[in-house]
C-alpha cells in the first residue's frame, strides 16, 4: 500500500459496514474519525446499544462521533479541520448535507450495493430479491446532491441472487465484495487512476424506505411473489399476517400444490401448514412465530 494510503473519515453504522471499516484498516488507510449512528435502545429491556461500527471502531481504537444529524454544526468543524483525502460511506442511514460533501478533498465516496443506475435508493437489495432478479452487484460511486446519481468509480462483477438468498444474507454478501472493490477503488484512486463514469439516466429505478406495514402479507399475491417478499423482508421490516387476531410473524416457506380453498385457506397437509395463495399454488409455512412466542 506504500503510496497509496489516504486520510479516510468513515461513515457507518451497520454490521456490514464494520467489515468494509476492517477492509480499510487492514489496507493501510489513516481512519482520524468514525461518525456512526447515535447508541438505539433495542430488545425488551429498552437499553441503549451502540451500533456495530461503533463497536468496532472502539475496539480498534479509533474516535468516533454519533450526531443525531450528520449537518450538526461540531460535526462540520471537526471534519473541516481534519482535512481528509476521502470521506467513505457504507450503510450509514442518514442522508449527508450538501455542506459536508465538500469537506473531503477527493469527495465522498459511497459503497451502494446495487449495479447502479438500477435500484438507487434506500431498499436495493430488497427490491433485487423482491424482483426475482437473477443478479445484482456493489459500485462504487462519488456522492453529490441527488440520491445516489453521482458519477460511478467502479463496479463489481454480476453477484448472483441464489434461490435462498434472503435480504441479510444477500447483503452480507455484497458488503463483502465491497469491501474488497473498496480498497481497490482507493489505491486507483490515489494514484490518480480512475476514469469517472457518468450514470445513465435512461435506465436509472429507485427504491424507497421500507417500513414495517410493507412487510403485511397479501394472500391474494402469487404464490412465488410472496415467497420471495418473505426472503426479501429478512430481517428488515419482515413479513406478517393475522392469526386469531394476533400477529404471525412469517420467517420462511416452500412452495407448495395449490389447495382448494380461496386464497388465505389454511389447512394441514400431511404435516406441513398450508396457505392458499393466488396464481394458483400454495405456500407451506416453515418457520413462523406467533406475537410474543419463540420462533416454531
Known sequence: MEGTSLKLVFFGSPQEAAGVLSALIDAGHEIPLVVTQPDKA?????????????????????PVATPKEPNERALLGQLSALSADAFIVAAYGRILPQALLGLALRGVVNVHPSLLPRHRGPSPVQAAILEGLPYTGVTIMLLDKGVDTGPIL?????????????????????????????VNTLANLAKGDLKLERQNETQATTTRLLQRADGQLDWHAAADHLSRMIRAYDPWPGTHTTFLGKVLKVLSVTLTKPTDGPPGYTTVIGDKLVVQAGGGAGLSLDRIQLEGRRPM
Open 154 to 182: 467502479s463496479r463489481s462483477e454480476p453477484i448472483t441472487i441464489e434461490a435462498d438468498d434472503t435480504g441479510g444474507s444477500l447483503t452480507k454478501r455484497l458488503f463483502d465484495a465491497g469491501s474488497r472493490l473498496l
Open 42 to 62: 433495542v430488545g425488551r429491556s429498552k437499553m441503549p446499544r451502540p451500533t456495530p461500527v461503533r463497536e468496532k471502531a472502539e475496539l480498534l481504537g479509533v
